[in-house]
């Protein structure tokens, strides 16, 4: 199956500082990508959808100018936490859709933030 | 607006026990049905994906159905294992363009030894 890669695997950051988390899709080409967060025993939330070359598209609630989703390239799509607090301690999980004849996601092993 | 919901949360069972995990959505209208198993602290490993058209799939000692009309899916494992002990996720994927998939709430699975 496709491998999708995500790092940093965990990151430990101080309150007010930014971090960068990066998804790749290593053996295949992923015009879209989607980025999950899932907060202790709790189910996996979209968060956004990320697609090359144009702006992500955010589900409801969720502050674009908080989490900001670059996708440069069809293998790469960055997310930003920005001034990160406590609260934005999660698992974050990001996906890439793969179009062969199904239309399939393939997951992350997903980044371990901690906000100190 | 699709909600997934998956009964039970958390089940106990002992090892060699056959199971059935349930899944349940809001709106028939899908294109198709996954199921996912994910281990603490981990992502997600994909296990069956049916689609709209399709009733069940297999692998191995799992088989997953899908009944779209009524809006339910069962992931069942037959002679379980400790090494299946984890967190099962279903998550349906809606008819329209967006491709985004709506994630059931999870059932915790521990088989003991």
């Known amino acids: 199956g496709a491998v999708v890669s995500q790092h940093p695997s965990w990151v430990i950051c101080k309150s007010g500082t930014s971090v960068k988390i990066e998804c790749r899709s290593l053996?295949?080409?992923?015009?879209?990508m989607f980025w999950y967060r899932q907060f202790p025993k709790q189910s996996l939330m979209l968060m956004a959808t990320s697609n090359e070359g144009s702006k992500a598209t955010y589900e409801q609630g969720v502050e674009k100018d908080k989490f900001l989703i670059n996708h440069a390239s069809l293998t790469l799509s960055t997310l930003t936490v920005t001034s990160a607090h406590p609260e934005d301690s999660s698992f974050y999980i990001c996906s890439a859709l793969a179009v062969a004849g199904l239309i399939e996601q393939f997951f992350g092993p997903g980044t371990r933030l901690t906000v100190l | 607006k699709q909600e997934v919901t998956q009964i039970p949360a958390a089940l106990s069972v002992p090892e060699g026990e056959n199971l059935v995990l349930n899944c349940s959505f809001t709106d028939s209208a899908i294109y198709n049905l996954q199921w996912f198993r994910q281990d603490p602290g981990k992502g997600l490993t994909s296990l069956l994906l049916?689609?709209?058209?399709?009733r069940e799939q297999t692998s191995g000692r799992l088989n997953a159905s899908l009944d779209k009309s009524s809006g339910r899916s069962t992931l069942y494992i037959a002679a379980s294992q400790p090494g299946d002990s984890a967190t099962y996720l279903c998550?349906?994927?809606?008819?329209?363009?967006?491709?985004?998939?709506?994630f059931g709430t999870g059932t915790l699975l521990a088989v003991q030894p």
């Open positions: 998550a349906v994927k809606d008819g329209g363009a967006t491709n985004k998939l709506i």
């Open positions: 053996d295949f080409q992923a015009t879209t």
């Open positions: 049916i689609q709209s058209s399709q």
